[in-house]
């Protein structure tokens, strides 16, 4: 019987051990950080940085309509409009593997590692050296097309998402994505970022306010976010005291039948 008792008991604070509690589930605590609140929230992103395999969305306007129709396609092959998002894929300019794009007339820009901000002076600064007059009054403007991430592992909703937002930070590309579920762990979630070199692996803690001076908590195009399942879950324990208590009962009425079934044996 003391047996039992002592299996009882490792059961029972095994499984109350194993409750989730809101210390994991709660985004951005306090923990002991006062008096500098206000200057995480002001932190800003530095620029992002294009990449190989960014598309680019890039647009030419003049006075003139006629004069820059060449830059900018209505249409691509297949059919579909520059501004929807299929069309992005064919009609925008992808960034090579030696970082370049074809750009019509001017021929291959090179972009890899410039800002957004200086690619649109470069290429404005290159169009009026070969083709345009100061006159003409050109304008460029330049945007990633669309901010795409992949979000995987214990989340509502896996998949591979496009935001078209300049910036977003982890929590809303999660948000998007349905959230992480109770059984996931918020505490160590990783962020993989693409690199010239290749790709590197990063851990952010998102129940800590500190996370939002962490140079991941704004992500960048091509991010995979993989949030890992809590040790409790492999355990097998509720997620609530309800379904613990659950648990123990179960536990409790196969340790009693067997003590009972053995003792009369």
Sequence with gaps: MKRCFLVVLLAVSTVFVSCITNKDVVYLQDKGVRGIDSLLIKELPKPYRVQVNDILSINVKALDPELVSIFNPIETNNGLSQGGVGGLYFSGFTVDLHGNIEFPVLGKINVLGFTISEIRDKVEKELLKQYFK??????????????????????????????????????????????????????????????PDGQ???????????????????????????????????????????????????????LVSTYFLTRNL
């Design 134 to 195: 100061t006159s003409a009054e050109i304008f460029v403007t330049v945007k990633l097309a669309g901010l795409k991430y992949t979000v995987t592992g214990e989340v509502s909703g896996s998949g591979v998402y496009t935001l078209f937002q300049d910036r977003v930070n982890i929590i809303e590309a999660l948000a998007n994505a349905g959230d992480i579920a109770e059984t996931g762990d918020r505490k160590d979630v990783l962020v993989i970022r693409q690199y």
């Design 200 to 254: 590197k692996i990063h851990h952010i803690d998102l129940t800590d306010i500190k996370a939002m001076k962490s140079p991941f908590y704004f992500i960048q195009p091509n991010d995979i976010i993989l949030v890992k399942p809590l040790k409790r879950k492999a355990l097998g324990a509720g997620q609530t005291a309800i379904q613990n208590i659950t648990t123990i009962s179960s536990i409790l009425s196969v």
